[in-house]
């Protein structure tokens, strides 16, 4: 299973999460004009765990995730829940935070960092 499809089946089954986004919660991109909030989140790096010979153990995949509302205090809930979802999936870390406005949308973000084992 990809660190995506294993950060979406647990967002999707985090009820504080869904209690603020519902089923909103996508990889890459959502659709322009979507009901807010939502979560849309983009692997940004991989980097195997190589063996002597090779084999790749696993890889730390490192995934940008967004919160956008209409507002920041929005915003930062939605960030707040999915960072206590992440942080009690060992051995998944958030590893930052920032905020954020987009002018030409007109939307808040709270955006973090994760390191993802896969």
Same mark, same amino acid.
């Given at each position: 299973? &990809? ?5 979406? +089946?647990? $967002?999707?089954? +985090? =009820? #504080? =999460? ?7 919660? /996508?990889? %890459?991109?959502? @659709?322009?004009?979507?009901?807010? #909030? !939502?979560?849309? !989140? ?33 915003? @930062? /809930?939605? *960030? %707040? *829940?999915?960072?206590? *979802?992440?942080?009690?999936?060992? #051995? ?5 935070? &920032?905020?954020?406005?987009? /002018?030409?949308? %007109? $939307?808040?973000?709270?955006?973090? &960092?994760?390191?993802?084992? @896969?």
């Amino acid at each position: 299973m &990809s660190a995506e499809t294993a950060l979406r +089946a647990l $967002l999707i089954a +985090a =009820v #504080p =999460v869904t209690a603020l986004v519902g089923q909103r919660i /996508a990889s %890459d991109r959502i @659709e322009q004009g979507a009901v807010r #909030p !939502f979560v849309v !989140f983009s692997r940004t790096e991989s980097a195997p765990l190589l063996g002597i010979d090779g084999t790749v153990y696993k890889t730390l995949v490192s995934i940008d995730i967004q919160c956008w509302s209409d507002t920041r205090l929005d915003a @930062e /809930a939605v *960030a %707040d *829940a999915v960072t206590a *979802a992440i942080r009690a999936t060992t #051995p998944q870390l958030v590893s930052g935070r &920032s905020g954020g406005y987009d /002018a030409d949308l %007109d $939307l808040e973000v709270a955006s973090l &960092s994760i390191e993802w084992w @896969e």
